[in-house]
């Protein structure tokens, strides 16, 4: 709308006409205090904090819910205005119980701050106040009534946010209380929420009246320090803030949030992103190499031992058998530096290409068909901005929570047109355009259906001026290219493909595959890899598959596996490694750890400074949050094991004066173990004390000068920001078969073999699978 | 299947076809099914919930911000004695007590053998009659304490009258 121009306490403003008046004066730096009012949500105007005089109208008006108009005049602060919102104060003071000290908000509680700049700290009532018993109503979330001031921010976050309409308000006046959906009596306010468990409606609280399960009395929030980094869980890649407390053996993180809204997510995160930290706090965390003994036994090593055994075992099958009979399997949770270097050392040091991933979805066929088009690759950020999206396949309320919460925003706040195409029910049907249901072999014709023009559907689709294309993991090899065919024929088309992991995209991207380099560069046609790649072979390697399968015949000499668990996953027979000497780097003991001839504990993502790249293309920096003595960053691992066979460190990671433009350390986290670990190596070789090979940021140096589609926006990225990829990717001729992406549909309580070890996780999914039996019994 | 009399159900269909929105029928349909079940029961609130297609805590959230619809059963006899600013001033406070008394109960107390329940209500529209009290849909105005016990016993003799015999 046509911009209009007033005057807030004597200064002129400028907004669109029919701008909130609260958001228009906070654009512009002047506060309004507001207890119920937040953004994108309903208006409520149930607090009356947001008071301001506007000239020629009798009464204080709302701030939350005047829209501006030309030539209006305000006042925000004021004698009469400071009286008023102290006297509201007043009343929402009369039965809270003041139990600062103890409430988790204390701190950072908006009540408090507003309790404190109207100083309404004294009351004319002598009433006792209103008192009720906390309740929990799922592990994660409880609420204390008495602490509640009746905002409504929750209810309409759950419903209108989270489309899970899973609070309520019952009773009337000083009685009223939140309540959740399940469980209880009529009449009574019920005690048990049966929702998706997000954790939003804790967060937006403006007091402490909703805490968490995870957080609530463990600390007082000015204890803390803040990291934020992105989460480890799914493909979306949400950046998290992680509130991190030091204790004996390191550091421990306390709690997950994103309150300063910043990243692709704003203030989003699913109970994955707020609640699944506490992996890295696990007793059955490994924090000790082990190697296994005469007996057959893991037992446990110092780190000298167990890397000089793995080292002396990795060259000798070199030596004897040849690269060819090495296999290394990366992960699709470690950083984009770390798999980088894993395949630089498989390819450079081991001298072979058998290197692969758990594979979820086909991102090399993805990038091949999207070669020589630039610009039709979408970031997370459209999903919440496009005019027009088109969703086949995939659960996005199930497997990509950010995805969905970004649709569903769009749809609600700027009526986005959402189509959906899918051989099942999704809940995001609910915001749907329209609606196109598919038989489970039916998405290779979708193109060829849609242009046909014969159903409501497709017209509505085709009639579209730009259209974001969104889909799912039922895409792989030929099918997304003729997708992208079928899109790229049209005017504005961008496209995202969903995979499953918080770095699976990195992992392709990053060249874990046995045919393609790092930016899909295959490895028969190496281009600028030649020249640093010394001893890269131009024959395609194995699959992982195939690996197990030479391993089977006891063709497989060694195994590195770094961060994954294929014996569990592919369902791996325990004979078929018997004669295969097993390395494997990992944060627990796995299924594949536990068969393993050494395990080197690692450091989880949330221990370590990288970058990580969404199934979007975002890539996005992390930053050390948690410490825990004993494990070491699989970079360094890596750095270390290469260090111990005697190849050339300085070849593998290019750190020190000549090689590197990277930051001097300013990028590594609030905690210094990496730094000491530094010091420590450089004193050794003596070195300046300038660059350490453990520095994965020296390799991020290297990623933007040889891998297609990876120059990034420095500034932006350690600006903590998401930046996008431009796949700008060398065209790929020998694509791997479509067979080897498996799926993990992984929900929202699993997030693979890291779930597992999530208390927090495993609580939710079995509270919520009890949930579910309740309801349907009754 | 429904809880309710097929007369009642009937009625119940009829209600949420009549206004734009279906969930307008909800007050109306929660006054009709406590006046036959006796009280809002869970069992109530899922099928008027079903019935109108929204949740149950919807149900619930509109449910609970009214104060004559009740969540336990009542008495047959439910004595609402209204002490508001008319019958106050008459001696409507006399009148409470006295079938505190009689009765033997409190606010929504519940007489042991189910007939009767007490409450103390807000102004029942019959100011110009005060003191007044309202027994289910029956009203009884310009009370004397002293009328009490008749009340109350009225409404026993017909219960025995209205008893199945045996
Ligand atoms: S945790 Fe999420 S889904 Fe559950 S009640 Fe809170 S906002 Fe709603
Ligand atoms: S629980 Fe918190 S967010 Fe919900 S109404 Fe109360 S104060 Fe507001
Ligand atoms: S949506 Fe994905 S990235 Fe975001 S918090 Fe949840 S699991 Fe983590
Ligand atoms: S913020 Fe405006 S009334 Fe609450
Ligand atoms: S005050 Fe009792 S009937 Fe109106």
Known sequence: ?778 | MTLFSPRLAARLDALVEKYPLRRSALVPMLLYAQDEIGYISDAVVAEVAQRIGITELDVRNVATYYSMLRFKPAGKYNVQVCTNISCMLRGGYEIYERFKEELGIGHKGVTPDGLFSLEEVECIGVCCWAPAIQVNYDFHDELKPDLVPGIIDGYRGKAVAEAPHA
């Open chain 1, 1 to 778: 709308m046509a911009d209009v121009t007033f005057i807030v306490d004597g200064k002129k403003l400028t907004a669109p006409a029919g701008t909130l008046l609260i958001d228009a004066c906070r654009k512009a730096g002047i506060e309004i205090p507001a207890f119920c009012y937040y953004p994108g949500l309903s208006l409520q105007a149930a607090c009356r904090m947001c008071v301001v005089r506007q000239e020629k109208v009798g009464k204080l008006q709302t701030a939350c819910t005047t829209t501006v108009a030309e030539g209006q005049v305000f006042i925000t602060e004021s004698a009469e205005i400071a009286q008023a919102r102290k006297a509201t104060i007043e009343l929402l003071l009369g039965n809270h119980p003041l139990d600062c000290p103890v409430c988790d908000a204390g701190g950072e509680c908006e009540l408090q701050d507003m309790t404190f700049k109207y100083g309404a700290g004294e009351s004319l009532y002598t009433e006792a106040k209103q008192h009720r018993e906390e309740q929990q109503w799922s592990p994660a979330v409880y609420y204390d009534r008495p602490r509640c001031i009746l905002c409504y921010r929750c209810t309409r976050m759950c419903g209108e946010g989270m489309d899970v309409w899973a609070l309520g308000v019952q009773n009337r006046g000083v009685r009223s209380v939140i309540a959740p959906n399940g469980g209880g009596q009529a009449g009574q306010s019920n005690s048990e929420l049966d929702c998706e468990q997000c954790g939003m409606c804790i967060d937006v609280c403006p007091v402490g009246a909703l805490t968490s399960g995870s957080y609530r009395y463990k600390t007082r929030p000015w204890e803390m320090n803040h990291v934020s980094t992105v989460c480890t869980h799914c493909a979306d890649g949400c950046k998290v803030t992680l509130g991190v407390r030091q204790v004996n053996d390191g550091s421990e993180i306390v709690r997950a949030d994103n309150r300063d809204k910043s990243g692709i997510n704003g203030d989003f995160l699913c109970a994955k992103g707020r609640f699944g930290f506490d992996f890295v706090d696990s007793p059955e965390r490994l924090t000790k190499p082990l190697v296994r003994n005469e007996a057959g036994d893991l037992e446990p090593a110092t780190w000298e031992h167990a890397l000089r055994v793995a080292a002396t075992k990795l060259k000798e099958v070199r030596e004897n058998k040849g690269g060819a009979a090495i296999g290394v399997i990366g992960s699709n949770q470690t950083t984009n530096e770390e798999n980088y270097l894993l395949q630089k050392f498989a390819r450079t040091v081991l001298n072979t290409n058998n290197i692969d991933h758990e594979r979820t979805a086909d991102y090399a066929a993805f990038a091949s068909a999207l070669a020589g088009h630039p610009g039709k690759a979408a970031s997370l950020r459209e999903a919440a901005t496009a005019p027009a999206i088109l969703l086949i396949g995939g659960n996005p309320t199930e497997e990509h929570p950010l995805l969905a919460w970004n649709l569903r925003t769009n749809v609600r706040l700027n009526r986005a047109r959402l189509y959906i195409a899918n051989s099942g029910e999704i809940k995001l049907e609910r915001q749907a355009t329209a609606v196109q249901h598919l038989s489970d072999d039916g998405y290779p014709a979708l193109g060829a259906y849609l242009d046909l023009s014969n159903s409501a559907f497709s017209k509505a689709v085709l009639a579209e001026a730009s259209l974001l294309v969104i889909f799912g993991q039922e895409y792989r090899g030929a099918q997304v290219a003729s997708l992208v065919e079928w899109g790229l024929k049209r005017a504005s088309v961008r496209f995202a493909y969903l995979g499953d992991y918080a770095n699976s995209r990195g992992a392709a991207d990053m060249g874990l595959l046995p045919n393609l380099l790092p930016g899909y560069v295959p490895v028969a046609e190496p281009g600028a890899f030649d020249a640093e790649y010394v001893g890269l072979s131009a024959t395609a390697g194995k699959t992982q598959p195939e690996m197990f399968d030479a391993a089977a015949k006891g063709e497989l000499g060694a195994l590195l596996v770094m961060g994954a668990n294929p014996v569990a996953k592919l369902g791996i027979d325990l004979i078929a490694l018997n004669n295969t000497f097993v390395i494997v780097q990992d944060i627990f003991l796995t299924e594949t750890a536990a068969l393993a001839d050494v395990v080197l504990p690692a450091a989880s993502l949330y221990e370590k400074t990288g970058t990580v790249t969404n199934t979007y293309g975002d890539v996005q920096l992390t930053r050390k949050a948690a410490d825990r003595a004993g494990v070491k960053p699989d970079f360094e691992i890596l750095v270390r094991l290469a260090e111990a066979m005697d190849a050339d460190v300085k070849r593998l990671v290019p750190f020190g004066k000549a090689c590197t433009t990277a930051d001097l350390g300013q990028s590594r986290g609030a905690n210094s173990g990496e730094a000491d670990r530094h010091s420590v190596w450089l004193a050794a070789n003596s070195l300046e004390w300038k660059m350490s090979p453990f520095d994965p940021l020296a390799v991020l140096d290297e990623i933007e000068r040889l891998v297609p589609g990876y120059a990034l926006d420095r500034t932006n990225l350690f600006g903590g920001n998401d930046v996008a990829t431009e796949p700008g990717f060398v065209p790929v001729s020998a694509l791997a078969g479509p067979d080897l992406v498996v799926p993990a549909h992984d929900g929202l309580f699993t997030s693979g073999t890291l779930g597992r070890y999530s208390p927090a996780l495993k609580a939710l999914a079995q509270y919520q699978a009890a949930e579910v039996v309740e309801t349907a019994v009754e």
